[in-house]
């Protein structure tokens, strides 16, 4: 129902001409039924109490101040106080007698005859006795309020609405009221009385005490309801305001009127509490509507206002409130004004809360008309209490109406809300529904388009590290080598993001029977995810006799791949349990963890691409793997569901089609693995060659071109197929089954490329390959690993572990050969990048040697010419090895390395003599290569920088010696004069034009797993240490034996 603005200043009108009709109906004494007594007698005689119903009686009443009279039946007893009978006016405060204030007094006694049309049974309804009353008719005590007391200690107050009944005599009625007052600043009967049959008592009294039980349930139960609704659900906080003013209202309502909250507790022992138990209410109740307003319209309302406005409501308020009443000394007109400045600070409420409403109505914000109706019917609602608080003005049951009127203008305010959020909600699933396949869309299209550079990226980044377009630097490699891994990596995040965007119709399925043992390999296969995580297993839990199911084998495997994948991304210990189960004509297969399980909110959007749970530390990722599993099983034809609670772990289940009883054997639209045209070879031939193991465990085919590859599997039929490798290309094969063994044979063998098979066992895969790069860079041994799936993140562990390519089976043979081509040409290519790099260093350092030999030479033929002679022999030494150089050769022998070292050091021991001395520390048995020119330019720097100084005598050690760690030392060490540690920085950083030692340190660091290091300290010396880590080397003695044998096989 939607109200405009006119149709709610409308609204507003009525509500308060209603409320103003209502007070002026109840106060007109032509309208209120009011029957005036004069001198203490009122006659009914001519009363249709059948037309006119109920008589309000008041007028002029006998009054006995101070005195307690009870009256008898038969006698008349008031005879006897005749002196002290008083003419009041009734309904008043007493205060305002002429006896109170001449002398004031506490109780006394009011008298009332009344002449009746005929006998029966009449009854009186009272409302507003203070504060404890009994009440006689025809010397009768028909009900009592309290206990009255001419004594403080005796009284006893009460201030619930009584009722009486009694038989009139000769048409006639006595009515009496004692009454007693201590504990409140007003006195005496301040309503009057409704007088009339029995019968029409008992139906006004039950109609007003059931028009305030229903007021009552309607606040209590909408307010719980909303309460309840905001702490359950966590809903608005409109909801759990307003819920909580109308509990309030509704307790408030129980304790006026009818006050039916004295049916369910004691009344306090005195006015005061009950009246200030009263105001508080208000005062909360009234908190909570600002509150309210205040979340309806936040922009228009200000906080500062809002907490100061909190502050009297909730401080101020209550302080005011119960000083005074429970000081003795506040009465009369002082405890009025008081009263005032309490219903001055609700004015100011209210008068805050009407400023944010006209705000809102001005801006034309959503809801604004149903709030003012609200704020009118709250307005009219409190100015009623107010009336009745601080003035005797009867309101009669309009408090009641109003927040009747107040529970109705909300509910159609929350039903416009909710019929608003319904048709939001409606027209938003209509619109996500559209910009979901839009998604699908930009998503198909958008992968497609992407992967077409991704493809370039990846093609011309291998044309670049084949090098036939000219060579480049092993830097140059480095950099080459990651953008093509990342161009890899960048296609398969595509592919995911093409498989997320539903378009089902690039899918090809290819059903099959897949058994039990199938089934378990296929997980088998998975277990390396959990590989990282020492404290996490996977448990395999598949009954015996399982059938198996009906599915797409490369679709099942990627679906447990990311449950899996899933399952260890939130599992930090514990284990993974894989299960299935048959009901019916389903198989149920289920991965179970004990992570931190799944709230609940989140159980129905964690299958929705792209979202992504949280988790401190979580792996980088798109949030694709549940929505593609989710997408996998629907078109396999099955559910998934998951059941979990957080901190618990979780248990995803889908269902899929049992398998046939007899496994048919299916072609696919694809063959396994594709041959070329005329590349078969025999069976019989095949299972000769492959069963021809050597009894070190593996078997070597032998081809005619110069690259040898290792072949790591075990799967024949993949053997057989990789052996075109060997029948076509020629390559020689090196085949083994086991992955311990790669790396040893890499080596002996020198391998040029390495075949692993992670399907055998993809932890042991994943570490073999870690130990291959602990050894071997990506360019000196590529790697190629086949696998069951291309995922993304798959690849990037693979990426991780040093794989320079993956293979998804089943591949094609071409393919396979291709990638084989470019892996090698790449090595090539970064072989010839290295080799050009040290020319090009050997090529630096030449001419520096050859300017400071000479020189040397020139110097001692005009001081000696016999030594000049001999230090030619030793030039013509050095002229011999570099000579004997094939083409530069960028690595030469340690032996001539040392020999070349040697000779440089004679001549310059010829040049200064006993200033110059040479300790030699070397293990002439070891035998291995060096870059050409790595010792003697270390060593030159040594001498020259230690002569510098005329007056010093200059060391030079030079030590070559193997460790226990089967590493090779080779340390250079002069007492010379050192070097500032700022130019040391320098010199390893390659900032320095130092070309003798930024020279021999660009060869040391192209040289894999060797390092060089620089001690220095001025005035001190120098020491140069070479770390060469798994270096290809053996005794000069045992070298001599291999070629021994190898010279007796060539005989053979």
Known sequence: MEIKKKSSIIICIVILAANILGLVLLNNPHYKNLAAASNGVLSLAD??????????????????????????????????????????KVPDDWRNYGAYKSKPFNSGTFRLLLNLPEDGSYGIKTDGIQSAADIYMNGTKVCESGRVSDEAEGFMPDIRRLAGFAGSSAKRMELVVKVSTYDSYKGGILQGFDFGRSEEILKSRDLDRSVDFFVISCCMVAGICLAGSFLIKKGS?????????????????????????????????????????QIQITFISFFCLLLLINSYFKKYSERKIVVILGILLNIVGPVLIWVPFT?????????????????????????????????????????????????????????????????????????????????????????????????????????????????????????????????GIISLSEELLKGEKGSISIYQQQNIMQINREGKHIYSILDEMLEASGDNQNIKIVQENIDRDSLEAMIAELEYLAYERKDLKVVRKIPIDFPGI????????????????????????????????????????????????????????????????????????????LGITKNLIEILGGKIWVVSEAGKGSRFTFSMPLGEKKTEIRHTEKPLYERKAGSEVSEASAEKNLCQDNQEGYTKLEGTREETLLIVMKDDQLIREVRHLNSEEKYNLILCGIYDKALDLAAKEECDLIILDFGMDYAAGYETCLKIRERYS?????????????????????????????????????ELRIRVETLLLVRKSARE?????YKMLHAQIMPHFLY??????????????????????????????????????????????????????????????????????????????????????????????????????????????????????????????GIPKVKQEELLAEKNNRIGFSNVLRKIRLMKNSNLTLESEEGKGTCIT???????????????????????????
């Open 47 to 88: 009363w249709d109490f059948a037309r006119k119903g109920l008589a309000k009686i008041g007028g002029t009443w006998e009054f006995y101040p101070g005195k307690l009279i009870t009256p008898k039946q038969g006698e008349d007893v008031f005879q006897e106080y005749e002196q002290y009978r008083r003419y009041v």
């Open 237 to 277: 906080k409109h909801s759990f305001y307003f819920g909580v003013f109308l509990i309030l209202q509704g307790i408030y309502i129980s304790t006026i009127g009818d006050r039916l909250i004295s049916d369910l507790l004691p009344m306090p022992g005195n006015t005061a509490t009950f009246y200030g138990f």
């Open 327 to 455: 000081s003795v000394s506040v009465m009369g007109i002082s405890f009025y004004l008081y009263k005032l400045t309490l219903a001055a600070v609700i004015a100011v409420t209210l008068a805050y809360i009407l400023l944010v409403i006209y705000r809102a109505s001005r801006k034309k914000m959503e809801y604004a008309e149903y709030v003012i109706i609200f704020i009118t019917a709250f307005g009219c609602y409190l100015i009623s209490l107010l009336l009745d608080f601080l003035t005797d003005i009867n309101v009669g049951k309009m408090p009641t109406v109003m927040m009747l009127a107040l529970i109705l203008t909300q509910i159609v305010l929350m039903y416009y809300r909710s019929k608003t959020a319904f048709q939001k909600v409606d027209q938003l699933s209509s619109q996500l529904l559209v910009y979901d396949q839009l998604k699908d869309r930009f998503l198909a299209k958008t992968s497609l388009e992407l992967q077409k550079p991704a493809n």
């Open 550 to 625: 009906r599915s797409d084998k490369v679709k099942l495997r990627q679906i447990f791949y990311h449950l899996i994948h899933n399952a260890v991304k939130f599992t930090e210990t514990g284990e993974i349990e894989i299960s299935a189960a048959i009901y019916g004509n389903e198989a149920f297969l289920s991965v179970k963890d004990t992570g931190i399980g799944i709230p609940y909110a989140q159980k129905e959007i964690i299958f929705i691409p792209f979202y992504q749970g949280k988790k401190q530390g979580e792996e980088e990722g798109l949030g694709l793997g």
């Open 778 to 814: 990506m360019t000196e041994l590529p790697v190629i690993i086949l696998t069951e799936t291309g995922q993304a993140k798959e690849l990037q562990k693979s990426v991780r572990s040093g794989v320079n390519d993956f293979m998804q089976k089943p591949f094609s043979w071409e």
């Open 833 to 837: 990048a290295i080799n050009q790099e």
């Open 852 to 977: 400071n030999t000479l020189n040397t030479i020139i110097g001692l033929s005009y001081k000696d010419a016999e030594q000049a002679c001999e230090a030619l022999q030793y030039l013509s030494t050095y002229f011999r090895a570099k000579l004997d150089f094939d083409s530069y050769n960028s690595f030469v022998s340690v032996e001539r390395e040392v020999e070349l070292m040697k000779a440089y050091l004679a001549i310059e021991k010829m040049r200064f003599k006993e200033r110059l001395e040479i300790i030699y520390d070397l293990d002439e048995s070891l035998d291995f290569e060096l870059p050409a020119l790595t010792l003697q330019p270390l060593v030159e720097n040594s001498v020259q920088h230690g002569v510098l100084d005329n007056n010093r005598r200059i060391t030079v050690e030079i030590t070559i010696k193997e460790t226990a760690e089967n590493e090779i030392i080779i340390q250079i060490k002069d007492n010379g004069m």
């Open 1026 to 1052: 070479i770390n060469l880590r798994n270096m290809p080397f053996q005794r000069k003695q045992n070298r001599a034996k291999n070629i021994e044998q190898e010279t007796a096989k060539v005989k053979l």
